[in-house]
């Protein structure tokens, strides 16, 4: 190794071996490419297109949502048409659906196959998202897992863990949150996180100065 | 055969061979149709490359529980059966 002449002793360092899903991906993208099924303009476009998605779109449907009781009728009855009315890119997912959170019942997604998300809508999946744990825990023991998510919740309120198994992608609209009541939609829409839309994360008002303003 | 919001259900406990998307831990199970989702090509065929046509109908199902969590997981018309 070059460049490296101290008085130690350690393995060299470096970004680890490629694990084997990226040899793969990468192995089946050349072949692909290669059969001329699609292009590497086509996996780069897509690509930037699933890295520009954030959840800051989702968080403006549910703050309208929660100002326009009409509009979350249409949200509820049609995600898919709520966004493009918003002048928000729903994406190549055929349908969204919408579930509301409410004071007695608890809406949690997860999908215990693989990684289906509303990435549209919220961006990219978190890692936890696709993690075993997290998909094989959210049905069998949602409570203990929401409570790891820092939400607790009363034994009287119902919890639907929804897994969403094939073409339909879910986004919960959580409840508004207490002391919200005076602010504008503007100011809502950054209380609503990523974690809330998925259902392992309540929007709170801060007692503090928000980070980033 | 359709389902209608509100009927009983169980999903079917075969094993099948190859890709499909009935997890294994609803097969058996009673349930209620809770929502009726539009018709989808069939993934189990449309993995290897057919058109996964006829469709098939999607359906959300709310598995019986006997608490206060519940389990709702889509699945295929043709992975359930009536239930009593």
Redesign the interface.
Known sequence: MTGHDHDHDHEPITNGGEPLAAARVRALAGVLVEKGVLTREDLRRRMDWLVSRSPSDGARLVARAWVDPEFKQRLLADAREAALELDLDPGPS??V?ALENTEDVHHMVVC??CSCYPKALLGPPPDWYKSLPYRSRA?SD??GVLREFGVELG??????????????RYLVIPCRPAGSEAMPEGELAPLVTRDSMIGVGQPVVASGPSPGR | MTYAVGQRVRVSARSHEGHH???G??KGQAGTIS?V??A?PN?ETRAYGATGLPEQQ?Y?IALASDT?????????GHWLEEAK
């Open positions: 055929p349908v659906v215990t196959l049905v949602p409570r034994d009287d309120v119902d919890v639907r863990v929804v897994d969403s198994t094939a073409d339909i | 998307r009935t997890p831990y609803v929502r989702h539009a989808y993934p999607l959300l206060k969590n519940h389990v709702y997981v889509d699945v295929f």
